[in-house]
């Protein structure tokens, strides 16, 4: 047999029962170069840093899974939705400091109250369907949940907006009842409408009332807004500002109190970057809420939440939609303010329409103006002015979603 010498050069030597050796802790014997065997055991350190790498991908890849499942990757992704049954849960056993419960302090006292108001809506008229309640989710992120509690207890948020739209089934039978002599024109054209198109119209068909409705419903068509999944407006204006070096909190409105370059700048860019608002082909079968104020008129003494809790803002003079950027506010779309008028009105009665002696600024902009809404006996007014106008009788209502 052979044996290693200091060498490296085998030696033969013999062997006999008495002096053989173990032979299972014996490495392969090859008769090679050296600079051959230490190829050979580079190859064999390389393997086994591989296997060692390998594992570690494997361990990284699962703390990924573990931090996912704790909301701290990508959390808007991870941000768990409670059903409705969940969520009234939550109201009706949260207490507020006077030891009332949260739901108590809605308008009605009730969660299911609200949702059947506007479940009967929705079903009303030559639009109407039935709403799918199984389908509202609301986040139970703690940020979301202390600011829809802070909210709730200061009175900024006193209810829920409903913003839903036919399933494929239901928007067939609506066209067959609106044309039933040539229902797949009808139902074509309602698949074509936008949002708001089709909250206007459904608002319409029961008997509600929208003031100079054919030009307003023109402009409010090429309104944008974020949708709820993605970023609410403010925070696209904030993300904006950073990215083109802008000050929100002082490079938007000039001495005078009119809008700066860099504001107009970034208005334009933005409503550039949002998408057009989505048809009822891309929304059927949907149903969202989010709370908000609920009241006909948000009071002159109504508390302003913004992302970070009650602001300093105060309603009326002063409160214009920049103000409301600047301080991180989110307020209902033009969507949300046509499904809440009419859920909250009596549509053939104006009195009963929501602002009728204030005026509400919305989460929607042109090219160069900013959505806003009131009422009088003309009905429903789909408005929209300049982003730094403001004056007395200026409210919004506040949102939590």
Not at 60 to 86: C, F, S, Y
Not at 160 to 184: C, G, M, S, T
Request: charged content about 25%; glycine content about 6%; some cysteine.
């Amino acid at each position: 047999m052979y044996c290693y010498s200091n060498s490296l050069t085998p030696t033969v030597v013999s062997s006999s029962p008495a002096n053989s050796p173990d032979h299972s802790e014996r490495p392969d014997l090859y008769d090679e170069t050296p600079e051959v065997q230490l190829a050979r055991v580079r190859n064999r350190v390389q393997e086994k840093l591989d296997a060692t790498n390998a594992v570690v991908a494997d361990l990284t890849n699962a703390l990924d899974v573990i931090d996912v499942a704790e909301g701290r990757v990508n959390p808007e992704r991870a941000r768990e939705k409670w059903t409705l049954d969940q969520l009234r849960h939550w109201l009706s056993t949260k207490r507020a400091p006077d030891g009332a419960t949260l739901e108590s302090k809605l308008e009605g006292g009730s969660l299911d109250a609200q949702v059947q108001q506007y479940a009967r809506a929705l079903a009303e008229g030559p639009r109407g369907f039935q709403l799918d309640t199984a389908k509202l989710r609301f986040p139970h992120d703690a940020p979301t949940l202390a600011r829809l509690q802070e909210g709730i207890e200061c009175g900024a948020i006193t209810g829920l907006v409903i913003e839903a739209y036919p399933d494929a089934e239901q928007v067939k039978a609506i066209a067959a009842a609106l044309e039933p002599a040539n229902p797949d024109r009808a139902l074509d054209k309602i698949l074509g409408e936008s949002r708001v198109d089709f909250l206007a119209k459904h608002f319409q068909g029961r008997g509600g009332k929208l003031y100079d409705a054919e030009s307003r419903l023109a402009k409010w068509r090429t309104m944008k807004w974020p949708t709820r999944s993605g970023s609410p407006l403010w925070k696209a204006f904030h993300e904006r500002a950073a990215e083109n070096g802008h000050d929100i909190a002082t490079d938007y409105v000039d001495a005078n109190g009119g809008r700066t370059r860099a504001y107009k700048s970034d208005h334009a860019e933005i409503y550039a970057d949002l998408d057009d608002q989505q048809t009822v082909q891309d929304v059927l079968g949907t149903a969202s809420m989010v709370f908000t104020n609920t009241k006909k008129d948000v009071p002159k003494t109504g508390k302003i939440l913004g992302a970070d809790g009650v602001t300093t803002l105060a309603q009326g003079q002063g409160l214009s939609s920049i103000a409301l950027i600047q301080h991180k506010v989110d307020t209902l779309s033009p969507a949300e303010e046509l499904a809440l008028t009419s859920a909250m009105s009596t549509p053939a009665k104006t009195s009963t329409y929501p602002a009728p002696n204030t005026w509400e600024w919305l989460a929607g902009i042109d090219r160069e103006y900013a959505a806003r809404a009131s009422s009088d006996s003309g009905g429903l007014i789909l408005n929209w002015v300049v982003p730094e106008y403001s004056n007395s009788n200026v409210r919004v209502r506040s949102v939590v979603a």
